[in-house]
């Protein structure tokens, strides 16, 4: 077991079938209504390790192998509906699976991060939305496959694999983020683990690919804000606000001519290519002091260098 204690396996080989993926969410409906069934009992099980877990500061090891395998078979079941891997699950959740979660057994925690565990999880809740619709918490209760972010690239990963009987290693590296946040959310709500789920990637997939972009960003913000500033943030960003929908209007005119100046010469010139990748890194320099990812007050000019997010942009070739 890894030091992790909700860890997500991955051994897909990306291939899929055309005719199982056309009608994978017919496929899945046997497997929606056992987790249905299972997630009502398993809702019930949860209350009763709350109560437990307070008492006695450690989840019961009955409970926790019942959450556990409920949470697992919740993550191969999104995994065969979100297209992230292809074989039919079997039915309960069998280790094994080519998108797998793995937990581990009970272990101590914290009777105070217990009591308000509903509280802590607000955050992760948050993001966990965004990510995916469907999760072990929301089986039992009113499932609904909408289009978080997991729900998009499965979208877009049907057509992919329609044309090409393969799925998208990008594609399916997304859904499976997703999918290791939201075993992450479910093991810590379900109190089969006190460890706060973790949003970063290499997280849910240690193997992720990497690039040379021409955009890229430097980040060297060390985390602390001002509180006073922070308080009045929405209002001290109204300036920068007006400003950046100013140029805007400019940056909106350069990349018309720049889209023609590009394709008649094939290179987007100097001048052109400077004024908007001043845009650009102003926009995120905004964007990073109003939602908080950075402190310091921006300047007006999308300068490079100095800001602690700041946008690289490679010179036109």
Known sequence: MPDRPVNLIVSDDLQRSRLTVFFRLLLAIPHLILLALWGIVASVAAIVNWFATLIQGQSPQGLHNFLAAYVRYAIQVSA??????????????????????????????????????LVLAIPALTISAALISGSARTYGANYNYGLGLAGVAALLGWFAVLAQARMSRGLRDLVAYAISYSAQLD??????????????PQTALADLPARSDPIGLEVSDDLVRNRV????????????????????????VAAVANWFVTLAGGISPPSL?????????????????????????????????????????????
């Not at 093991?187 to 970063?200: E, K, M, N, V």
């Not at 845009?279 to 950075?294: D, E, G, N, S, T």
């Not at 007006?300 to 070739?317: C, E, L, M, S």
């Open 229 to 252: 500033t922070v308080f009045f943030r929405l209002i001290l960003a109204i300036p920068h606000l007006i400003w950046l929908t100013l140029w805007a209007i400019a940056a909106l």
């Open 273 to 317: 290519h400077n004024f908007l990748a001043a845009y650009v890194r102003y926009q995120q320099h905004v964007y990073a002091y109003l939602f908080l990812i950075a402190d310091p007050f921006p300047r007006f000019t999308g300068k490079a260098g100095g800001y602690p997010i700041d946008p690289t942009v490679a010179t036109p070739r």
């Open 80 to 117: 065969y509906l979100l297209l992230a891997a292809n074989p039919y699950p079997t039915f309960g959740g069998k280790p094994g699976y080519p998108v797998d979660v793995q937990i581990a057994p009970p272990a101590p925690q914290n009777r105070w991060k217990v009591g308000f565990r």
């Open 187 to 200: 093991g810590y709500l379900f109190l089969l683990t006190d460890r706060y789920p973790d949003s970063d």
